[in-house]
């Protein structure tokens, strides 16, 4: 069906965002229908009849409410994710292969005496020193810890 690795990808890409957006139009849906109902509200003299009455329908309406805010969650990042596979797509043209990044870099020009090879030797490039990281055991900052002076 597709001819390249790339139309596979977006292919991909665009069907998990579909079903992502449908899922959340659903929810939506579902979230309409459920505001829309008639609410009744209960009156009676009895506090403890109305609220034995109410506890019912309120714990019902939590649940729903719950499974409305999952299935939202899930369609939020199904959608996410088809975006993410799109905008990750290879941005190759059809039947190019993409290059590794030692390839894409020019060549240095070559040094022209001994010289220019000293005096490139003699500057070494700045590198980014890391931090270093020490790890003491816990035996020996305890030991440490029992030999200082309290």
Do not use: H
């Not at 292919?11 to 899922?23: Q, R």
């Not at 190019?96 to 990044?101: D, K, N």
């Not at 001994?114 to 790890?135: G, Q, Y």
């Amino acid at each position: 069906m597709f001819e390249t690795f790339k139309g596979k990808i977006a292919f991909s890409g665009v069907t998990v965002l579909c079903i992502g957006l449908a899922l959340l139009i659903l929810t939506f849906a579902s979230a309409y229908g459920f505001l829309s109902e008639g609410l009744q509200i209960l009156s009676t003299q009895d506090l403890a009849q109305t609220f034995g009455a109410t506890l019912a329908p309120l714990i019902a309406t939590s649940i729903r409410v719950m499974y409305l805010g999952v299935m939202g969650w899930i369609g939020s990042l199904i959608t996410i994710r088809g975006v993410t596979i799109i905008a990750n797509t290879p941005k190759t043209e059809a039947g190019e292969a993409p290059q590794p990044q030692e390839l894409q870099q020019k060549p240095q020009a070559p040094l022209k005496n001994a010289k220019d090879k000293l005096e490139k030797e003699a500057k070494p490039e700045a590198k980014k020193a890391e931090p270093e990281l020490v790890v003491i055991p816990l035996e020996e900052m305890e030991q440490q810890n029992s030999k200082a002076p309290k």
